[in-house]
């Protein structure tokens, strides 16, 4: 698997798989379908309440853990340095692991500073190989870099053909963070896995929408962990590395931009209220 260097040298697989939205109780056989379909990097949240069954998975595969590079993320009602080593601790147990490769804070609210001094300082005792952030905006991640010593290695933001984030990639790049896609197919949003000029470039590859946009997104430099419960899909997302889109492909990609996201603005009032009110599960 093609990986991509962390800003502390640590490799990342550039091709993962997210559990979002899988129910607790299809996640331990949808995670060992993705194990046997070769996919090694999980993204998990503790918000997504499927961590246990992601551990079980993980350990029935009997994957040497040093192979394997496992995310979750720190939920908003854990903000604070005193919660975020408490809710980290429950994680780690949830997961079954005694250390993860990436911690993300899940949403840009709360006590995120309490919550970077937490995870610095759990990074610096071996139980975390790269922090880092999701859905942060450049103003955000700006403000946290400059103000805290270690510079987060990721941050994962909702990225897709309708919604680009070129320009915060290029923010994220000029400061070292490397940008990761959540939503890779915006969930099939705006008919995306029929988009026409989507699949022209597919057709001219004998390739899947579902695999240009993949492709399309590894070529700019982009993480990606696609969701799917079903196998076939699965092998068909992992299977983008026997082709490249060419420069012209590349600029009809990017003339599909809207600039604006197609699920929420976390930059907008009512939406800060309404996800900083969500309370975790047991
Ligand atoms: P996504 O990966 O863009 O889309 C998943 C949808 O696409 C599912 O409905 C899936 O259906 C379908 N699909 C997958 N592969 C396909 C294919 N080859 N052909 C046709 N349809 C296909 O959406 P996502 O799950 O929201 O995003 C991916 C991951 O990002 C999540 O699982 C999660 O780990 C992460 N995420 C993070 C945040 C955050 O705030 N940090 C937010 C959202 C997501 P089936 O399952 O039926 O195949």
């Known amino acids: 698997m ?30 060992t379908d993705a194990l046997a379909a070769g996919y090694r990097s999980l993204d998990t949240a503790a918000a997504y309440g499927n961590e246990e069954a992601v551990g079980r998975a993980i350990k029935r595969s009997g994957i040497p853990r040093e192979d394997l590079f496992v995310t979750t993320k ?20 949830k997961l079954g692991l005694d250390y993860l490769d990436l911690y ?64 915060d990639q ?17 969930e099939g949003r705006n008919n995306l896995f029929t988009d026409p000029h989507l699949s022209e470039i597919a057709d001219g ?4 929408v579902a695999q240009v946009v993949l492709r399309w997104l590894i070529q700019r430099g982009v993480v990606v962990i696609p969701k799917s419960v079903r196998a076939e899909r699965m092998a068909e997302n992992l299977d983008v590395f026997d082709f490249a889109l060419t420069d012209d492909q590349m600029t009809a990609v990017a003339a599909l931009d809207t600039g604006a996201s197609l699920f929420f603005d976390h930059r907008d009032p ?13």
């Open 2 to 31: 093609q990986t991509v260097t962390l800003n502390n040298g640590i490799e990342m697989p550039v091709l993962g798989f997210g559990v979002y939205q899988i129910p607790p109780e299809q996640t331990e056989q949808t995670v």
């Open 74 to 93: 720190l939920w908003i009602s854990d903000a604070g340095e005193d919660k975020a080593k408490r809710a980290f601790g429950t994680s780690l147990r």
């Open 104 to 167: 993300l804070i899940h949403q840009p609210y709360g006590d995120v500073y309490g919550s970077w001094r937490a995870m610095e300082s759990l990074h610096k005792e071996g139980l975390i190989r790269a922090i880092g952030i999701s859905n942060f905006y450049p103003d955000r991640l700006v403000d946290l870099v400059d103000h805290n010593e270690i510079t987060p290695a990721v941050n994962q933001v909702e990225t897709h053909p309708f919604f680009q984030r070129t320009a």
């Open 170 to 186: 290029e923010v994220m790049r000029e400061r070292g963070v490397q940008i990761e896609s959540w939503g890779p197919f915006a």
């Open 205 to 208: 590859h004998g390739k899947s």
């Open 270 to 282: 009512a939406v800060v209220s309404r996800l900083g009110n969500v309370a975790l599960g047991s």
